[in-house]
C-alpha cells in the first residue's frame, strides 16, 4: 500500500515567495493532519481535517499560512510571503477515523527560506 | 487540555544493553497513549500505542510500554538495543473516546546507541 505522498522533499526558496506544499493521504483515510518540526518548537501541528473539511486550525502561526483540502485524495499548506523564520521540516499526517487509530505520516518537505 | 512531558532528551546506550525512554502525561480525562520513532529523514512511525486494558503493551522492533495511571508515566523500555535503534521518540497522548485524533506530542528523546 502507498503511504502518504508529499512532495517536494525539499524546497529552498527566497524570502517574499509564494511556497507550496503537497500532500496525498493513504487512500480511505478520513483525518489529515499537517504538522511542522523545527529543532526549537519541536513538533507542533498547524491545522487538521476531517472528511476535507479543516476542523482546528489554532495552530497556524499566522495568516500568511493557508491549507486547503479541495477533495480527499489532496491537500496543500501555502506559505505566502515566506519568510526565513518559515524554515523547518512540514510533515503530513493520515489516520482513519481519528481517536485510537494511529496517524501515518509522510516523508515530509525540509524547507529552507533564504 | 493534555500535556506531555518526555524527561531525557538524549539517552546514550551501548548495544545490548537494556533501555528506558521516560514519558509523563497530564489531564484531567482519559486519554490514548502512543510512542513513535522517528529515523534521520524519516516521517513518524508507530511504535506502540495504549487504548484501555492491559496496562503492558508490546509494539514493534522489541519495544513495550506500562502505562501507570497512578504516575501518569508511559515509559518505552527494550531489554536490548541494537545500532539500528538509534533515533528520536516521541511520546504522544489524545484525549480518549474522542474522533479528533488530536494527539499532543513530547519533544522527544534522542536514543544514541553505541557499538
Known amino acids: 500500500d502507498a503511504g502518504v505522498i508529499q512532495s517536494p522533499r525539499h524546497e529552498v526558496t527566497e524570502m517574499g515567495q509564494e511556497v507550496t506544499l503537497r500532500c496525498k493521504p493513504i487512500?480511505?483515510?478520513?483525518?489529515l493532519f499537517w504538522y511542522r518540526q523545527t529543532m526549537m518548537r519541536g513538533l507542533e501541528l498547524l491545522i487538521y481535517?476531517?472528511?476535507?473539511?479543516?476542523?482546528?486550525d489554532s495552530g497556524m502561526p499566522e495568516d500568511r499560512f493557508s491549507a486547503k483540502m479541495p477533495n480527499a485524495s489532496f491537500s496543500t499548506l501555502k506559505i505566502q510571503p515566506s519568510e526565513p523564520r518559515d524554515s523547518a521540516v512540514y510533515f503530513c499526517?493520515?489516520?482513519?477515523?481519528?481517536?485510537?487509530?494511529?496517524?501515518?505520516f509522510g516523508d515530509g518537505t525540509r524547507l529552507s527560506i533564504l | 487540555a493534555q500535556s506531555v512531558t518526555q524527561l531525557d532528551s538524549q539517552v546514550p546506550v551501548f548495544e545490548e544493553a537494556p533501555v528506558e525512554l521516560r514519558c509523563n502525561y497530564s489531564?484531567?480525562?482519559?486519554?490514548?497513549l502512543f510512542w513513535y520513532v522517528q529515523y534521520p529523514n524519516q516521517g513518524l512511525q508507530l511504535l506502540l500505542k495504549?487504548?484501555?486494558?492491559?496496562?503492558l503493551v508490546k509494539g514493534i522492533n522489541g519495544f513495550e510500554a506500562e502505562f501507570n495511571k497512578s504516575q501518569t508515566s508511559f515509559h518505552l523500555r527494550k531489554p536490548s538495543v541494537h545500532i539500528s535503534d538509534t533515533a528520536e521518540y516521541f511520546c504522544?497522548?489524545?484525549?480518549?473516546?474522542?474522533?479528533?485524533?488530536?494527539?499532543?506530542f513530547g519533544q522527544g528523546t534522542t536514543l544514541q546507541v553505541k557499538p
Open positions: 499526517a493520515s489516520s482513519l477515523r481519528g481517536g485510537s487509530q494511529p496517524q501515518h
Open positions: 487512500s480511505g483515510h478520513d483525518y
Open positions: 481535517f476531517n472528511n476535507n473539511v479543516p476542523i482546528d
Open positions: 489531564s484531567s480525562v482519559s486519554v490514548y
Open positions: 495504549y487504548l484501555s486494558g492491559s496496562t
Open positions: 504522544a497522548v489524545c484525549r480518549a473516546g474522542g474522533n479528533t485524533g488530536k494527539l499532543i
